[in-house]
């Protein structure tokens, strides 16, 4: 038998097998996500229950919120950080303060703020308890009192977050992008935990898209679904994500994610943990991780918690170009935390983490586009070899596009029959719509920029890559402060 025979002859008799792996991981990690959409719908009950307007209103004037401290990095932010800047400051919040990092912008974000908020140098005061970068100047406003800004020299979001833990004031700091708008009542929302009496280590909210969007002061007056394919598709993502994957993991104590433009933390804690990690690019992730660790290694009871209702909305990428830098980011720092906490695996010291998040992250995450990309080489070698298994191409095919679109109109259900931030009846059109067509092209193509990552995983690629942003849909220049 020639090479070519005995390599056709192996390929032939692999392939069954492989078929047959490739379908139970995908009836597993779907059997998983419907467990986690189960236990979304009592906790999604709970929480829908409880968020009444009018007793936020009581609680507004009740002096029962904690003060905080919003930490905000940003670089080349100029088309949006007066109107995010804006949303910070006014906020429904009796005590808080803004904190500004302009993390060596190349661009005119720091003249934006200087320009706009009225922007005066002070003294240096800040003890760097984190080290961090170089500081090149702080700065207070002459209109809003409560806004202090850093400018400092280039060293990522995880060392910009680190120099706004120095010099934050309060207990409690919310870490968020820059490109970030907060909704006004959502820290009233957020710290809902810590009004019952509980000890909360860090609370993490809801994500939701602005670019189709209207804004106007720094606020989303307008909620819209955008018509385009690229963000229309990625609002579906979204809504799946935080409304049952995030809130499943809530149910189980598991959580492992509090999404870096929107997070709440201890301020505490951060300090004992170092503050973020600077040399991985999931420094969100990663904080999460260890604050986790941290916990179960020094026994103490506080939580990490998610809460759906307060929610701040965010720009996503409207090119493939600059989503795929920020999807190949994404998965590079997520196989970076997990290889830095290969630990955590089924280590019973560590509880539900070590048992089934940490395990999960692993296999239902980091290795999936690994394995989806082997189905289609499979597929696509059966045909050549006419050697399909015509059982398993339509299983193949169900378990990885059927069963998620079914789970991403679960998600569409969940939202407009609890919170639904979308009105319009054709808002709810578009995203049946999106979420028929994600398995189609924009599924494929995440699992190629994810397999990316491995490759600059290996050679210790850390880059960030540059995520252009379109600004908001409308905007204005900030009132005169009272």
Not at 195 to 218: D, S
Not at 388 to 398: C, E, I, S, Y
Not at 419 to 426: G, I, K, L, V, W
Not at 464 to 471: K, T
């Amino acid at each position: 038998m020639t090479l070519g025979g005995a390599l056709s002859h192996f390929v032939r008799e692999a392939i069954p097998i492989a078929d047959h792996v490739i379908l139970w991981y995908f009836l597993a990690l779907n059997s998983v996500y419907g467990i986690l959409l189960l236990l979304s719908i009592p906790e999604l009950w709970e929480h829908w229950q409880v968020s009444d307007d009018e007793q936020l209103r009581h609680v507004l004037g009740s002096g029962a919120l904690p003060p905080l401290s919003i930490l905000a990095p940003a670089y080349n932010e100029e088309l949006t950080i007066v109107a995010s800047t804006l949303s910070f400051l006014t906020l429904q919040y009796p005590r808080h303060e803004v904190i500004v990092i302009n993390d060596g912008s190349p661009d005119g974000t720091l003249e934006q703020l200087i320009r706009e908020y009225d922007l005066y140098p002070v003294p240096p005061t800040v003890e760097a308890v984190i080290a961090t970068k170089p500081v090149r100047g702080y700065y207070r406003s002459r209109r809003f009192a409560k806004l202090f800004v850093i400018d400092k020299e280039n060293g990522g979001k995880a060392d910009s977050l680190n120099a706004g833990i120095n010099a934050s004031r309060y207990p409690y700091v919310l870490a968020v992008d820059a490109d970030t708008l907060i909704e006004p009542d959502a820290l009233q929302r957020l710290t809902r935990p810590l009004r019952l009496g509980r000890r909360v280590a860090a609370v993490g909210g809801t994500i939701r898209i602005v670019n189709a969007c209207t804004v106007e002061f720094g606020r989303v007056t307008k909620a819209e679904v955008p018509r385009t394919w690229l963000p229309g598709v990625q609002t579906v993502e979204y809504l799946r994500a935080f409304l049952f994957g995030r809130l499943g993991w809530n149910r189980l104590g598991g959580n492992l994610i509090i999404s870096g433009a929107f997070g709440l933390f201890n301020r505490h804690f951060l300090g004992e943990i170092g503050g973020y990690r600077t040399s991985t690019v999931g420094e969100d992730m990663d904080l999460v991780v260890r604050l986790r660790r941290y916990l179960y290694d020094t026994k103490k009871p506080d939580t990490i918690e998610f809460i759906p209702d307060p929610v701040a909305w965010t720009e996503v990428p409207s090119t493939m170009k600059v989503l795929g830098r920020q999807r190949e980011r994404w998965h590079r720092g997520l196989i970076d935390i997990l290889f830095q906490n290969r630990d955590l695996l089924f280590n019973p010291k560590y509880g539900t983490v070590g048992w089934l998040a940490y395990p999960y992250f692993v296999f239902g995450e980091m290795l999936a586009p690994l394995v989806e990309l082997l189905g289609y080489v499979l597929l696509v070698a059966g045909l050549f070899l006419q050697n399909v298994n015509l059982r398993f191409a339509p299983l193949f095919l169900l378990c990885a596009i059927a069963y998620g679109t079914l789970l991403s109109f679960w998600a569409i259900v969940l939202e407009e029959f609890t919170f639904r931030r979308y009105p319009r009846r054709m808002d709810l059109i578009r995203l049946l719509m999106f979420a028929c067509v994600e398995s189609f092209g924009y599924r494929q193509m995440m699992a190629w920029y994810r397999l990316k990552a491995f490759w600059k995983f290996l050679r210790a690629d850390h880059s960030w890559g540059a995520m252009q942003r379109q600004g908001f849909a409308a905007s204005a220049k900030p009132p005169a402060a009272k």
